[in-house]
């Protein structure tokens, strides 16, 4: 009699905490359904009064997908600022620039001023774009297309950021910088991908899941940001689909490659590239192609391929999107 | 083969007699011509690694005998070789026409990456492939195809198939009926999901007959997905009432929704308890509201105007104000500024032309907790009479909200209201940019502003503010509006400045600016000059 005494307790135990347990999970959905105004607004750099912007709808579209995936609950949209001039930017913790938005980087010396009780009180400035190849440099929207991996900033960057801090500059973010494991440290799951495509991912594209960019620290902390254009990965259109169709370069080699390609006909342009050790990579280009193939700094050849396909364009928004998230939660975090 | 070997050495023979180009630099670079020859003569090696090299090499020259080698690649007997050519001749977002027909047949590849990659761009060609045909009887080439891709739809692998359903709506295959009924049945939830948005390339009722019995289906992404294929059907009606009792709330509210659409309004109250549930999904709550809210009479209205979640008051409040907000009573508005969302005040807002505002309600509206409705409060008084405007907005030229006291100092100085000069003075020495320009831009406009920043500008010791006051000085006077037609009215009596010791004129992140003010400031309702030491600044 004892034991079915003592079984009947033990059970009903067990239904109570799967009571409590569901009780718990219901509680935390009411907690993070979000209402009421917005906990925080970021802004957005448009200059010009025209209001064009390229990749309009990818910052609000990373702002839905903040506010879906995390705590933080967002304004839908950013707050527009026309300059670094506009007081109005104190009152953002982040604020989204793309560099190709704004033609001339030099700032005045009000934005100076601006910039820098922006930065050394704890604003954070993300210049999506603002690395951006040499070979993308002559083109109207610089870096919009292409997210190459050169590990320094561009030179109007360079330039306009040496005006704030002389004895600053932009450095390579290590690997291992925590801004890379907010709230995704891993890459998405690769097994679709091209087996070529995946290795190259993987191990050199994205190791796990970083990606280019230099920083500018301000106080020790990393106060500017610049990454090769990702904003081409966030936007959504009206029915929820990717607004981008969003392919990969990947370099191949091969057996005896070295033999062949070291005094192959080029007819574009050769330029460098700065790599993450700041060794360079020599790029050789066909003439109105994109770049061909590349000799890296331990002699090493190798063709650029372009891989376009649905389950690549997929895994590159879910990337960029994961990326941008880590940015911003980092940046409202520290 | 043969074919392809006749391709690559009639390419060869071709540049055969070329001659070798300059050498570039210190490497000696071969002419485009020595290169792509080297490479073609690869193509014919038994070695896959040299046939590869050749591919990936000439893959990036786009001359013909290049081109076709690649083309002909296609056929490799070794995947790597075939996947290099698909990949060079899919590079540029234009695929060349003559390469269509090669790339149609990699959906056949006995490799699954080749297949998959075919499948990717399968869509775009066949179209393409399609338009040239038009109003032509088949050929073999066209029909076979046609039979390329019907069988591509029964590939045993699903992301071959998921690229296929992806883009049906370019696609269109012959026969398309069939293989959208297909996907419908498909095992993998995403094409099901996929070919449930396509649904509508059917007849109505083939469709409500295919897409019906997926209105049970398992996952409830796909049965929420029926739900919105169906709407505004009304031979769906059936299947929308059994979604209408659906175990998912958001697909049961949808579905009710929908039926409501359809006429059957009773279903409203059902739908009206669904917003209560947290579970529901947000966008259809919303949805709802937005439906009903215009044309809801009591008790509806009010339940929805009052709706005790944030999100749907919003979404009544808004959508409501818009469709019958204009000339509302005072009365009526009031409880929306006394909302604890901003998003309802400062809508309520907008509504507030038409309403006469009495300075008693004025009054109240200064006292408000939220500072968006003291703001709103500072636009409403400047609307009055400048004797009852100026104890208004005076009051709040000390408000503890930046935008409260810079819609204050606004108004003071366009209206030239009580002792706006040394309003004037003040603002200009702060280190507020923003309100600066905003002030020195008002002030320019007017005769008596443009005096009073010229006396500051010659006084000041501050060379940015002198330097912004020339430049705007220089402005022409035509643009400065009522320079030509100068405001008519007058100053009123002394400034009222609180007795206590200091107060905080605006806080930016986190630095602070504070007025300290005097106990007793004297009537000097023409002012233009500051005494020494009668108020301090300090940052």
């Known amino acids: 009699m004892g034991k079915v005494r003592w079984c009947v307790i033990a059970l009903l135990c067990i239904a109570v905490a799967g009571f409590a347990e569901e009780e718990a999970a219901e509680r935390e959905l009411v907690e993070i359904r979000k209402e009421g105004p917005p906990e925080v607004w970021l802004a957005q ?57 704004r033609k001339d980087w030099t700032f005045s010396p009000l934005e100076i001023q601006n910039l820098k009780r922006y930065l050394e009180r704890g604003g954070f400035l993300y210049i999506d774009a603002g690395i951006n190849a040499e070979f993308l440099r002559g083109q109207g929207n610089p870096g919009q297309h292409h997210s190459f991996a050169d590990w320094s900033a561009s030179p109007a960057l360079k330039d306009a950021f040496h005006a704030l ?72 259109n009206s029915m929820g689909n990717w607004s981008t169709n969003i392919r990969f370069r990947v370099r191949e080699g091969t057996t005896g490659l070295a033999d062949y390609l070291e005094t192959a006909a080029y007819s574009g342009a050769r330029y460098e590239s700065t790599r993450e050790d700041s060794l360079k990579d020599v790029i050789y280009c066909q003439k109105q192609a994109l770049p061909s193939w590349v000799n890296e700094p331990d002699g090493t050849w190798r063709v650029f391929r372009y891989y376009g396909s649905r389950e690549i364009s997929d895994y590159a928004h879910v990337f960029y999107t994961q990326l941008g998230v880590n940015i911003v939660m980092y940046a409202l975090l520290n | ?62 001359t ?34 003559f390469a269509y027909n090669g790339l149609l047949r990699r959906l056949m590849d006995a490799d699954v990456n080749i297949r998959r990659l075919a499948a ?20 073999e080439l066209d029909k076979l195809n046609d039979q390329i891709v019907l069988s591509a739809f029964a590939d045993e692998d699903v992301v071959v198939r998921r690229n296929l359903y992806d883009k049906f709506s370019i696609l269109r295959p012959p026969a398309g009926a069939a293989q ?96 209560g549930n947290p579970a529901l999904d947000q966008a259809i709550g919303i949805r709802f509201v937005r439906s009903t809210v215009i044309n809801a009479k009591e008790p509806i209205l009010s339940q929805l105007l009052q709706h005790t979640r944030a999100p749907y008051r919003e979404a009544a409040v808004s959508t409501w104000l818009q469709a019958r907000g204009k000339g509302l009573a005072v009365e009526r508005l009031w409880p929306f500024f006394e909302d604890h969302s901003s998003q309802i005040r400062q809508r309520a807002g907008m509504y507030t032309k038409g309403a006469d505002w009495t300075a008693g309600e ?57 002792d706006w000069a040394m309003v004037a003075e003040d603002v200009l020495e702060t280190n507020e940019f923003n309100l600066r320009g905003w002030a020195i831009g008002t002030l320019r406009s007017k005769p008596k502003g443009r005096e009073l920043l010229t006396e500051l500008q010659g006084s000041t010791s501050d060379h940015a503010l002198a330097a912004a006051i020339g430049q705007a000085l220089k402005l022409r006077a ?35 600016i504070r007025i300290t003010s005097p106990a007793v400031v004297p009537p000097t309702p023409q002012k233009t000059t500051k005494p020494a030491g009668e108020r301090a600044w300090e940052k």
């Not at chain 1, 200059?47 to 990818?58: I, V």
């Not at chain 1, 280019?212 to 936007?235: C, D, F, N, Y």
């Not at chain 2, 979604?243 to 998912?248: K, V």
């Not at chain 2, 605006?506 to 602070?512: D, F, I, K, N």
């Open chain 1, 165 to 236: 801090y002389p004895e600053k500059e932009f450095r390579p973010l290590e690997r291992e910088h925590e801004l890379y494991d907010v709230m995704y440290p891993d890459l998405p799951d690769a097994s679709l991908l091209p087996d070529t495509v995946r290795e190259f991912v993987i191990n050199e594209k994205w190791p796990e899941a970083t990606y280019s960019a230099v920083g500018l620290k301000v106080h020790g902390r990393v106060a500017v940001l610049a990454t090769p254009i990702i904003a081409m990965g966030w936007g959504r």
């Open chain 2, 362 to 418: 004025l009054e109240k509206l200064a006292t408000s907790q939220y500072s968006d409705v003291r703001a709103i409060c500072v636009r409403l008084a400047a609307q009055k009479p400048p004797e009852v405007a100026s104890a208004i907005i005076e009051e709040l030229l000390f408000d503890d909200s930046d935008a409260v006291r810079e819609a204050a100092v606004q108004h003071i100085l366009s209206l030239q209201l009580a």
């Open chain 1, 45 to 101: 750099l448009v200059p010009g009064e025209q209001g064009f912007r390229a990749y309009a709808n990818a910052f609000p579209t990373l702002l839905a997908e903040i506010n879906r995936v995390s705590t933080i609950k967002t304004a839908p949209d950013p707050m527009i600022l026309r300059s670094f001039e506009d007081p109005e930017m104190f009152k953002y913790p982040f604020i989204y620039a793309n560099f190709a938005d």
């Open chain 2, 478 to 512: 035509s643009r400065a509006r009522s320079a030509v037609q100068p405001n008519v009215r007058v100053l009123q009596g002394p400034t009222t400045i609180p007795t206590t010791g200091s107060t905080t004129i605006r806080a930016t992140g986190t630095s602070t």
């Open chain 2, 180 to 275: 959208l009924l297909a996907g419908l049945k498909d095992p993998d939830r995403e094409i099901r999901s996929l070919t449930i948005r396509n649904a509508n390339m059917l007849s109505e009722d083939a469709m409500v007959e295919a897409v019906g019995p997926l209105a049970t289906d398992e996952d409830a992404n796909i049965r929420r997905e029926v739900v919105r294929v169906l709407r505004g059907r009304a031979k769906a009606k059936p299947i929308m009432e059994a979604l209408a009792e659906d175990a998912d709330v958001s697909i049961r509210a949808e579905a009710t929704l929908n039926l409501i659409m359809l006429g059957d309004k009773e279903r409203t109250a059902e739908l009206l308890e669904l917003l």
């Open chain 2, 1 to 62: 083969m043969i074919l392809r070997a006749l391709i690559i050495l009639l390419s060869a023979a071709l540049f055969a007699d070329q001659p070798a180009g300059p050498a570039a630099g210190e490497t000696r670079h071969e002419t485009e011509q020595e290169t792509i020859t080297k490479c073609l003569g690869d193509l014919t090696l038994a070695d896959n690694d040299k046939r590869l090299r050749a591919i990936l090499i000439l893959g990036k020259y786009k």
């Open chain 2, 64 to 97: 013909a005998p290049a081109t076709m080698a690649v083309l002909s690649a296609l056929g490799d007997k070794h995947a790597p070789v075939r996947q290099a050519a698909l990949v060079s001749l899919t590079e540029t977002p234009v695929i060349p026409s």
């Open chain 2, 120 to 139: 990717s761009h399968a869509p775009t060609i066949y179209s393409r492939l399609r338009r040239v045909r038009l109003g032509k009887p088949l050929d």
